[in-house]
């Protein structure tokens, strides 16, 4: 396991509180993954406790998934200055904690486009992408990878926390070790 608390791999060090490492159950077979620490994230160490997390925990609890059930990481661990998209060389520094924390899932839950761009290496659509089961090699291993909004997107639009309820229905699935069923129907 990488020295995280003492990370200097990326320009994110300097200003940081605290590094946010993930979140809830380390053997999960699901992980969902995040664009970045925020505010909240910097000051308490844990990822998605910012209205975003208040957006996924009510959801998750909705579709009766405990977030102790799932694993919750970021692209990167340490918040860009003034809550910034971080840049690729951030994404790349941090790429390796990434990897190591996922090479063991059975599902990625990318959390928009930030995530899912990372992960799958190029521009992701998540009009065209949303909610479809795809394949990811991480470490030369294929690991199911489905991408849908991140949820501050619900924000501005109220149609987002229907996909992401969706997305949690998928990730259920493979909680209950149903496997890649067909996102179809769920
Ligand atoms: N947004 C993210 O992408 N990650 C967090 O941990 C919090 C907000």
């Not at 909610?131 to 470490?139: F, L, S």
């Amino acid at each position: 396991m990488r020295d995280l608390m003492n990370c200097r791999a990326c320009g994110l060090c300097r200003e940081r509180q605290n590094v946010v490492c993930p979140d809830g159950d380390p053997l999960s077979p699901v992980a969902f993954v995040g664009e970045a620490p925020g505010k909240k994230e910097d000051e308490t160490g844990r990822p998605f406790q910012g209205r975003s997390g208040k957006v996924l925990d009510s959801l998750l609890e909705e579709e009766g998934v405990p977030r102790s059930s799932i694993f919750i990481t970021n692209t990167v661990k340490c918040r860009p200055p003034g809550n910034r998209v971080p840049t690729r060389e951030e994404m790349a520094a941090c790429l390796p904690n990434l990897e190591e924390e996922l090479q063991d899932r059975r599902l990625i839950v990318a959390l928009g486009r930030t995530a899912a761009s990372d992960l799958l290496r190029r521009e992701v659509r998540l009009s065209e992408e949303l909610n479809k089961v795809a394949k990811v090699t991480i470490r030369g291993r294929e690991i199911d990878i489905v991408v849908t909004y991140h949820p501050a997107a619900s924000f501005y639009n109220s149609k987002v926390k229907d996909a992401l309820r969706q997305t949690i229905r998928i990730a259920r699935t493979y909680l209950e070790g149903r496997g890649s069923a067909s996102s179809k129907g769920i």
